[in-house]
């Protein structure tokens, strides 16, 4: 689990109120975003390097963002925690995690409009996972219609972003 003690500051309880540490989910980023990178890579012949993950807490309407010129990609933590929390299996939460950072990697790739994001990062995962996939499925209609659960999701306010360590290590030798 990642865990990590916000900063002091206002919030439901007053404005010395600190919450207790926030726990995402185990999951290896790292190696679910070179998967990613490998299947973009194969079907639409781009890639690029220099990216970062962080975790924040945000709108649960908002699944994940890249900041168009940015080097990193964001991951909404009150998504992940109710997913952790709500789903059996580990390997739903992996899927949803493939999808979101496929898409927002996508993004990263100079594709702005977010409806074609959305058709793209399905062409990818049908031709590369298959048409009968959990991630073909995921990424085939809005996260919110598949996780309505999503929306009950609490991102705790004034929480800092949180940098995934050990990400996009392949990267490491074209860096140092």
Do not use: C
């Not at 959305?118 to 991630?135: F, V």
């Not at 929306?151 to 996009?168: D, K, N, W, Y």
């Amino acid at each position: 689990m990642f865990m990590f003690y916000p900063s002091p500051g206002p919030g439901p309880e007053g404005a010395n109120w600190i919450p207790g540490p926030l726990e995402y989910p185990d999951i290896d980023y790292d190696a679910i975003f070179s998967q990613v990178r490998r299947l973009v890579k194969s079907v639409i012949g781009k890639e690029r390097s220099g990216l970062g993950l962080a975790i924040g807490e945000f709108d649960p309407r908002i699944a994940a963002f890249w900041e168009v010129g940015g080097n990193y990609l964001v991951l909404n933590g009150a998504l992940l925690r109710k997913l952790g929390e709500t789903v059996k299996d580990r390997g739903e939460l992996r899927d949803y995690v493939l999808v979101v950072l496929m898409h927002e990697y996508v993004h990263s790739l100079g594709f702005t409009d977010e409806l074609a994001t959305r058709k793209i990062t399905e062409q990818i995962i049908r031709e590369t996972m298959g048409d009968r996939s959990r991630a073909a499925r995921i990424s085939s209609q809005d996260l919110w219609s598949v996780y309505p659960q999503l929306m009950e999701a609490t991102p705790v306010h004034g929480a800092p972003l949180v940098i995934v360590p050990r990400f996009s290590t392949e990267d490491l030798g074209y860096i140092a």
